[in-house]
């Protein structure tokens, strides 16, 4: 291929690279927000390209809600210590010593309470201005709408009519006092094209992704990972023991599994050509009031 | 499908190109419903999505995405939708067709290398459409299909088609738009969207997304000119020094010469690599790292070029800027300027005209741009930006505006002109013929022994003030005199200087030069230039002749010159938008040995302009006054 012709892949990841570039270069203490999923795998592996040989110029954050499966935290443990990049992890220790649990609240309040919250408190304390993360438009309505280089006011809130044009690949950075950024350099992908991305650079990601016989349970219609056991399970609830996979990651008890076979990469992507469910429809928060989404984009969740 | 089928469609997938395009038109053109059908046709709609809408599918409402827009039942802003066929991974950039809302049209057809243009077939060109083409062809996109539809509306007549097109190509004759194309369709029925339309056998051409599948867009790129805006610096043991950046356009292989603009130096290209490592050569849209053979001065900002094939480094240019700030744009405003991997301050010079984007209409006499409103403007810069022509060079070609204050960003705009706008002065004669007219006969008939007032002093220190106010009261006393600013000349004189050292140094040596050649010519001459540098004060002396040179400091305290500024120009110094701005971030050397020092911060100017007179007068004077 050397007609200087780059494939879409190629040009995604060197769009993206470009824009963390710009975060680097003019932005006052950046940071990766770090959730441990796929796109974030591919968003460090991103970052690294953009900047070796040189080391990375910001640190990770991971907001942990004490909830998130097991091998996701040892996959970030031993991504982190593998590359020799600066995690901070963050957590509400208050609300999680206080028992707060996806069960008892409902979605909203819990993701207040141990995503937003936390996460919020974690910018402003370090004096983070900017902060890379690895949503993408395609995922969700409300997203894609949203610009890559996103302004956020001194409560880290999100206004639709108040957002900058960006134009061409200039991404204006300069902040008011108080304001901060949400960048997202993934903006212009898809799930398939982060899965065929991941396929053609070796990209590690968490073993939840491909199939394997793991204990669930059924709750209103989704699966639920047995992950520990904090997980009620009431006397009519079977657990059983199913090929299952996920689609995305976050907290277990509030991400469905869905039953799967693919066992490898091309299978996995085989799945989700021939998906018909949009890979949010797993997690729960998006579906209480329509418009979930933004109201809790508004509020200062990612 | 067997694993070396997956194994093929993946990579199959994976080669694909991407083409990015727009559609203009408004909801009642049907837009949302052709941007459902191609989604819904080309199976890239998962069944939740289509669940969340009613039962019978309105295909518009799919592509609506913000709950306010939803109530009020129209699209507000951009709005991305992807989708993919074999061939191609599409980016959809979604905008809103009223009037209001030419910024997100402008804001999106930046990104796109296409654009759909709907027309409702009954209604043929209107003015929005006349609208939506002038933006097209404004923002510079190559290809253009123009879809007429509802035709189920018409009865798919090929007549009325027909004078669609006719009406349509008659009109965009007057616009810079190249590849047009043509296509009947109905979104509503899916006729030549994405299947061919069999109630529309007359037409032979592709349907909608054949066409998008099969237009060749490879050839747009720019992959002559190399131009490397250089974003960041990247260090790493024990002594790797690469430069990042982006590709702009053409190509950058290792040993190849290249120039570092604007300062010129020249090096040669070591390594470079792309995403993947190092690499033989890297090319226009590549993310990049170039490492150079020798030790040059290279930052954030600076382009790399070839030493033949270099951009335009100008603190003067022509733009058509697209306003999209609440605030009017007016003349003698400032701005920050985004360019490339640059940001520079810059002053709105003047309105040429304004172009009503309805008729295509000039009107000249302006006095300010409101929001949506498109003109041509002259801009000047606190510091050279290497420019090239939008048309030639979209991502060298194409700036932002961003506020001061709110640092929201307030207007894009296209540079048209590149050409130096002060004509480069004549080459000199090589034997100058000798002169018949005297020293002193040219002294005799101005009635004054010429010499030159030099002063210096930090940025706002009332130098200029202080040098009419001589000037005046100079001309009062019969004697003639010349004003040299040096903040103005930086316009004309010394428009291709910018503020490091160096720069500095050549712009003393330039007005002490014309300071010469006036003094030559019998006239006094006044020099306010803040002249920070001890040694540059010292070649001005020298150059002028060490008899003729009056030094005088305009000595105000930093934090005096600081507040009376209304320029922004130390608040920019301060928050590090302005580099080597003297008194902040570059250091004024207090002469020691100055004829007069002037106390600008206390003494009224007028009495200051008294005492420099008075300080000269006996020297300018023929007979003793």
């Keep these: 291929m050397n007609d200087y012709l780059l494939s879409h892949l190629r040009q995604l990841e060197s769009e993206s ?32 390209k953009a900047f070796d040989p040189a080391p990375l110029p910001f640190p990770l954050l991971h907001i942990d809600t004490s909830w998130k499966f097991k091998e996701m935290i040892a996959f970030r443990d031993a991504t982190c210590a593998d590359a020799g990049v600066d995690l901070i992890v963050r957590r509400n220790e208050e609300a999680i010593a206080r028992g707060v649990n996806p069960f008892d609240l409902g979605a909203d309040e819990y993701t207040r309470l141990l995503k937003t919250e936390p996460l919020k408190a974690a910018l402003t304390e370090h004096g983070f201005r900017a902060a890379i993360g690895g949503a993408r438009r395609d995922e969700e309505r409300s997203r894609a709408k949203e610009r890559v280089f996103s302004l956020r006011d001194g409560q880290h809130q999100w206004d639709p009519r108040r957002q900058r044009p960006e134009l061409w690949s200039l991404f204006n950075t300069r902040l008011p006092r108080e304001a901060s950024l949400r960048v997202f350099p993934l903006s212009n ?82 799945e989700t050509i021939a998906a018909r469910t949009s890979e949010r429809h797993g997690r729960v928060i998006d579906h209480e009031v329509d418009g979930a989404m933004e109201d809790k984009k508004r509020e200062g969740y990612f | 499908m067997a694993s070396s089928s997956a194994e093929a469609w993946i990579e199959r997938h994976q080669q694909r190109d991407l083409l990015r395009f727009l559609t203009a038109g408004s909801v009642d053109d049907g837009k949302s419903t052709l941007i459902g059908r191609l989604l819904f046709d080309t199976q890239n709609l998962f069944d939740d999505q289509l669940a969340a809408l009613d039962s019978t599918p309105d295909l518009a409402l799919l592509t609506d995405g913000l709950k306010a827009e939803r109530e009020q039942g129209i699209t507000i802003d951009v709005a991305w939708r992807y989708f993919s066929t074999d061939r191609r991974k599409f980016i959809i950039c979604d905008v809103p067709g009223h009037e209001q809302y030419t910024r997100n049209m402008v804001t999106g057809a930046s990104h796109c290398d296409l654009a759909v243009i709907l027309v409702d077939a009954r209604h043929g060109v209107t ?87 099969s237009v060749h867009i490879a050839s747009d790129r720019n992959l002559i000119d190399l131009r490397f805006p250089v974003q960041t610096v990247l260090r790493a043991e024990p002594d790797f020094r690469g430069y990042a950046g982006t590709v702009a356009s053409g190509t950058l292989r290792a040993g190849d010469e290249v120039a570092v603009l604007p300062s010129g130096l020249k090096a040669r290209v070591a390594t470079v690599r792309d995403p993947a490592g190092e690499a033989d050569v890297v090319f226009a849209g590549q993310a990049a790292v170039v490492t150079l053979d020798t030790d040059v001065d290279v930052s954030r900002g600076d382009v790399l070029a070839r030493p033949a094939n270099v951009p335009l480094c100008t603190q003067e240019l022509e733009v058509m800027v697209v306003w999209m700030g609440e605030e009017p744009l007016r003349p003698g405003a400032a701005y920050l300027l985004q360019h490339g991997t640059n940001l520079v301050p810059a002053t709105v010079m003047s309105i040429q005209y304004r172009t009503r984007v309805r008729t295509l209409r000039r009107e000249s006499d302006v006095d300010a741009l409101e929001m949506n409103e498109v003109g041509r403007i002259h801009l000047r810069m606190l510091r050279p930006l290497a420019v090239d022509p939008y048309t030639r060079n979209r991502s060298t070609g194409g700036l932002i505006f961003i506020d001061r204050s709110s640092f929201d960003t307030v207007g894009a705009a296209m540079i048209r002109d590149v050409q130096p706008l002060t004509s480069p002065p004549p080459p000199p004669a090589v034997d100058a013929a000798e002169s018949q007219v005297s020293r002193d006969e040219r002294c005799r008939r101005l009635g004054q022994d010429p010499l030159t007032i030099w002063l210096t002093g930090l940025p706002k220190s009332g130098k200029s003030t202080i040098a009419v106010g001589v000037e005046r009261r100079l001309l009062d006393e019969g004697f003639a005199s010349l004003v040299l600013d040096g903040s103005t000349l930086r316009s004309s004189l010394a428009h291709d200087l910018g503020f490091r050292p160096q720069d500095r140094r050549e712009h003393c040596r330039r007005l002490a030069n014309v300071a010469r050649l006036a003094n030559d010519a019998g006239m006094i001459t006044i020099v306010a230039m803040v002249s920070p540098h001890a040694d540059d004060r010292e070649l001005a002396r020298t150059i002028v002749g060490a008899e003729r040179f009056v030094l005088v400091h305009c000595d105000a305290p930093l934090e005096t010159c600081e507040a009376r500024d209304d320029s922004g120009a130390f608040a920019a110094a301060r928050a590090g938008e302005i580099e080597e701005f003297t008194g902040i971030s570059a250091p004024f050397e207090v002469p020691e040995s100055a004829d007069l020092v002037l106390d600008t911060a206390g003494e009224p100017a007028a009495a200051g302009a008294i005492r420099v007179v008075d300080l000269v007068r006996p020297r300018i004077a023929l007979d003793p006054r």
């Design chain 2, 127 to 213: 003015d929005q459409t006349r609208r939506h083409s002038l933006v097209v062809s404004l923002m510079g996109i190559g290809h253009v299909v123009v879809a007429v539809n509802k035709m189920d509306l018409v009865d798919y007549d090929e007549d009325t088609y027909r004078r669609v097109c006719k009406e349509f190509t008659e009109f965009s004759a007057r616009l810079e738009v190249s590849d047009v194309h043509f296509i009947p369709l109905s979104a509503k029925d899916g006729e030549n969207v994405v299947r061919p339309s069999e109630r529309m056998p007359w037409f032979e051409g592709a349907s909608l997304l054949r066409y998008l599948e």
């Design chain 1, 17 to 48: 690279i470009f824009m963390m570039r710009e975060v680097a270069a003019t932005c006052e203490r950046p940071v990766l927000m770090y959730s441990v999923g796929k796109d974030s795998s591919v968003l460090l592996h991103l970052a690294r």
């Design chain 1, 189 to 270: 992908w898809t799930e398939l094209d982060v899965w065929l991305y991941i396929h053609l650079e070796q990209i590690p990601v968490v073993p939840l992704y491909f199939a394997a016989d793991r204990p669930v349970v059924e709750c209103n219609g989704t699966l639920v990972l047995v992950d520990d056991d904090r997980l009620p399970i009431g006397p009519g609830d079977a657990v059983e023991t199913r090929s299952v996979r996920f689609r995305t990651l976050g907290c277990y008890p509030l991400t469905g599994a869905c039953l799967s076979t693919a066992t490898t990469l091309p299978e996995v992507i085989q």
